[in-house]
Structures are given as C-alpha cells and as structure tokens.
C-alpha cells in the first residue's frame, strides 16, 4: 500500500541509504562483500550505457532506454514495485489523493470517434452540459479524428483556472456546438455512496472505493449523516468490494470508526528491527456496539484487507463474500531526483492476531521465474479475540461466503461492443427523468424494446465450449485425424452452436440489470448507478439479514465458528 508521507529518521530507513553511498568511495571491499557487488555491477551498467550511446547504428532514447531496464530489473521483484517517471507522477499523486484537475469527465474511443463515457456530478463537465454519448470533434480547434484516450487525456486535464474550448455534437438533440470550459480542481470521493437499507430503513451503509487522503473522515461523516437522518439505527455495511487500498493511516483510521482509542489495527515489520511500527486507534470510537458488517470480494486488497482482518481479529463486525485478494505487503516512496520517484516494498504487515494475510511469495520463485500462492493447506492458524480460528496467507476469507454471480458472455459482449451504453443514451434521450435509483426498473415491454434494438447489431462471440471445439478440431486436423470424424465433428458443432437470441432471454435478469444501472447513471451519475445495482446485491442482502437477526450474528462471533 502506498504511503507516500512517511519520513523516515536518519536512525531508520534513510542511515542505510547513506551507509550504502558511503561504502562506493571508503570501504575497500572484497570480491564477495555486497558492496563490492553493487559497485561493480554499477560500473558496468554505466559503462554499457556509454557504450550504446556512442556506438549503437541507430540513435537511442535514452530515457527510454533507461526506463525499460530499470522496468525489467523490478520486475524481478514484486508487481508492487515501481519506477514512476515524471510523466507518471500526476497519475500517482491522483491516486493517493483522489484529486486532479481537469474538467470532470471520462472518454472513450470507438472507431476513430472520441465519445463521453461518464460526467462526475458538479463538475465543470456536467456546469456545462456535457453528458454520456456526446461526441468530442475538437479541443482547441484540435481534430480528435483517430487520437487515442491517451492523447486527450493530456489535452482536458491542466490547472484550475485555465480553459479549453470543446467542440460536441449532443448525444441527445445531434446540434453541434461549442463549449468553454474552465478547468477545476476535480475531487473523486471515495465514499460514492451513502444510504438506510433494510426494509425499515434501519441500517446504515457505506462504499468506500479506494483508501485516498481523508477518506476516514468521509467514512466517518457519512455514518454520522445517515444516523441523524435515522437515530434509530439498528446496524452498520461497510462495503470494501473492489476497493484496491490505498494508504495505510486511512486504514487505521476507518477502523478507528468501529474501534475505541488504543484497540490495536495493523503492525508492520521492515528489514531493519528498529523501523517496525504497531499502529492503534487514536481516538474514542464512533460506534463501537452496532452490529457491523464488512462486505469483501477478491479485488479487495491492500488496505482494504487489514480493515476486514481488523475488524474479524478483533470480533467487531463480520465478514461477508468472497476470500479477499491477499496483498500483506507495505510500499513507500522514494525520490529519485528530477521529479522521479521510485515506490517500493519496504515491510509486510500482520493484523492484530498476528497474521500476514501475503497471497503470493514473491521471494521464492519457480524455476522458470513464475511465483506461487500459499497452498490452502500451509495457512496458518491463528485466534481472534474471542478465540475464533482465523488464517494466514490467501487473504481474508469471510465469516459468511456469498459468491458473486460469474457475468455471463452475452452480457459482457453486450457491454463490451458498447451497445448497453448506447441503448442508455437513446433511452435516456426520450425520458426526461426515471424514479429514484433505488425504485427504478425497467417494465418488461421497456426491455422487449431492447432486444428488438439489438437483434441488428453485431454481437457474436464464442462460449468457452465452442472454443474447446475449435481447438478440439485443430489438433485433429494437425494429427490428421479429421477426415475419419468429420461428420461427427460436424454433427457436434451443430449441437453446440449457441443461440444469440435464446441466451439473451436465458439470461434476461443480468442483461437488464446490467441495462438499468446503465441507465440510472445517465440521471444520477455515480451515486445513481451503485444505488440501482443495489436491488439485486445478494451480498448486500445477506448483510441485512445477518444484522436483523441477533442470535446469528452473536453466533458468528463466538470461539468455535
């Protein structure tokens, strides 16, 4: 997890950078001392460059070429390692902090055409009327014709204050205009939603996306609005599915919420013994009796991960998902000078009942380079505070396994090709507003009326089985066998062979799930979409029942479950 703050004293981290600068000109190694091996490995490194910058036949890039070497070497270590160049560095500070400025909105390409995928609510995209499906000609008097995300990217973001001129054709009336925009500061939340769920409206919940600077507080203030619209409240969700992590003082600080002041949360040992740390909670809980329950899936990671592990070591709340995805390692970062910086694994972390929740040994590879996880049988055992077995290696697995419901093909090549997103804005186009987010669905000859639309488009694709198929029938014509089964073969292609039509009704609720959230975006922004897939989040509906029903979730939390 990143923590790009940290300061480390010269009697820490920063004595052996010195010590190790130290030893190039006054220590006289010897052949085998690390330092000698360093030196000499510098040396040569130095001296290849020279010698490719003076003689290679074509002219080199060399910061180009430098880049991809130092790539390559950390490559050898962990994917949580990294070189961030000057070019990179905004998108780094962006997110840690949640913040960039730019005008508020996500694109898109399809075909040579830039299009808008996404305006974030308030912002100078959405003051001046931009919306999802709007096509970009110009910035600038700039052609878009075939430029890549990439390259608009760096021609809509810039300081607040500055301004661009967009050229759009409306998604809606077809009018093209000009827009001036002034660029802002652009905040994204990490808590994008906020609401009472539960059929009395009784039970606080809360998605944290991403752990950014401040987010506790967010945490924090959403609970204490959602309990001053409802005093009564009867439980707590905090919702950490697909949250990556982020900054490990937040992590602390969110679980400081549900924890009174000096409850232990995360520990984290370095190479060095002196610069290990254990970190509690500073301060007087804001809750620390209401039932809790931490959803999690496998993309949860990082800080995400000793927030769940917290909470479960310490019997707070429970955990309800999938295992989560297993990341028990710390980064920080490192200047590198001319505005480089390296991030780098610098210690791992245990949460309070002493486990590393690592997934992967990255220290032990393979013979052929590849890394392993820790094999179920090799976890280690640990005990919450009330006894409870928990753990180690593999992630977090959950008091309570709800697994999620694999997306299926024609849904995701619906999505994919972009036809959910351009029926939402030809829906969204003749209604002029839908109900809230939550109440919102589409009646049946609404959806009747996307499957005729979609009937002429394009979107074919392979199940897993035809592929099976078509290899099946490659390595037999390779060892020709084919021309003795051909009418077989033939006769189980024709078994096999999907219908587009059939599997869209077989899976009609996922489509339209997929359809109306879509759509509840086009109204409600972000807050919009989340709130509408709520409807159908079986974790979610677990979440509700457990804390409606106290003996069961008294029993999740004794020794022996």
């Not at 091996?37 to 040569?44: A, F, R, V, Y």
């Not at 820790?374 to 992630?395: C, E, M, N």
């Not at 509700?544 to 003996?551: C, L, R």
């Amino acid at each position: 997890m990143n923590r790009p703050r940290k300061n480390f004293s010269a009697r820490g981290f920063l004595a052996g950078a010195l010590l190790t600068g130290t030893a190039f000109f006054f220590i006289r190694a010897t052949p085998t001392d690390p330092y000698f091996e360093i030196s000499k490995n510098l040396d040569i490194y130095s001296n290849l460059f020279k010698e490719l910058n003076s003689f290679y036949v074509d002219p080199i890039e060399p910061g180009k070429l430098v880049k991809t070497g130092v790539d390559a070497m950390l490559q050898e270590l962990d994917p949580y390692t990294n070189f961030i160049s000057e070019a990179d560095i905004e998108e780094y500070e962006f997110m840690t902090t949640g913040k960039y400025g730019g005008i508020g909105a996500n694109m898109q390409r399809k075909g040579d055409d830039i299009f808008v995928a996404d305006v974030y609510e308030n912002s100078p995209a959405h003051v001046a009327g931009l919306h999802p499906g709007d096509m970009v000609e110009a910035i600038d008097g700039q052609s878009l014709k075939g430029k890549s995300v990439d390259d608009l990217g760096a021609l809509l973001k810039g300081s607040p204050g500055t301004q661009l001129k967009m050229k759009v054709k409306d998604a809606y009336t077809q009018v093209t205009s000009e827009k001036l925009i002034t660029r802002g500061e652009i905040e994204i939340s990490s808590v994008p939603y906020a609401g009472l769920v539960g059929a009395q409206n009784n039970i606080a919940y809360v998605r944290l996306t991403q752990f950014t600077q401040a987010c506790g507080a967010q945490v924090k203030d959403a609970f204490d609005s959602l309990r001053k619209v409802q005093p009564g409240l009867k439980g707590l969700v905090l919702d950490l599915r697909n949250n990556p992590g982020g900054l490990l003082d937040e992590a602390v600080a969110t679980c400081n919420i549900f924890l009174d002041k000096g409850q232990p949360v995360v520990s984290t040992r370095y190479k060095v013994p002196e610069m290990d740390k254990e970190y509690k909670t500073m301060l007087p809980a804001w809750d620390k009796s209401l039932p809790l329950a931490v959803l999690v899936n496998h993309s949860s990671a990082s800080a995400s991960e000793i927030v769940a592990g917290t909470i479960q070591d310490l019997d707070r709340g429970v955990i309800i998902g999938e295992r989560s995805y297993g990341k028990g390692l710390v980064q920080v970062t490192r200047p590198l000078g001319f505005k480089s910086h390296l991030k780098l694994t610098v210690a791992r972390y245990y949460t309070p009942s002493g486990r590393c929740i690592q997934a992967i040994d990255y220290a032990h590879r393979n013979a052929d380079g590849s890394v392993s996880t820790v094999a179920d049988s090799l976890r280690k055992t640990f005990k919450t505070k009330a006894g409870r077995s928990v753990l180690s290696g593999g992630g977090v697995s959950p008091d309570i396994v709800v697994k999620d419901e694999p997306m299926s093909l024609v849904a995701t090549t619906l999505y994919s090709k972009n036809y959910i997103f351009d029926y939402a804005t030809e829906y969204a186009a003749k209604h002029s507003s839908i109900p809230d987010p939550t109440k919102f669905s589409l009646t049946e000859a609404e959806f009747n009326q996307f499957t005729k639309w979609v009937e002429s488009k394009d979107y074919s694709y392979k199940t897993e089985t035809e592929i099976q198929f078509d290899s099946l029938k490659n390595i037999a014509l390779r060892e020709k066998y084919y021309d003795n089964v051909k009418a077989e073969f033939e006769a189980l292609k024709s078994k096999l062979s999907h219908d587009k039509k059939q599997d869209l009704l077989k899976h009609k609720d996922q489509v339209r799930h997929v359809l109306e959230s879509e759509i509840a975006s086009r109204y409600y922004y972000t807050r919009g979409r989340m709130a509408q897939t709520m409807q159908y989040d079986k974790e979610l509906e677990k979440a509700i029942s457990v804390i409606n029903s106290p003996a069961e979730y008294s029993s999740l939390l004794k020794a022996g479950k």
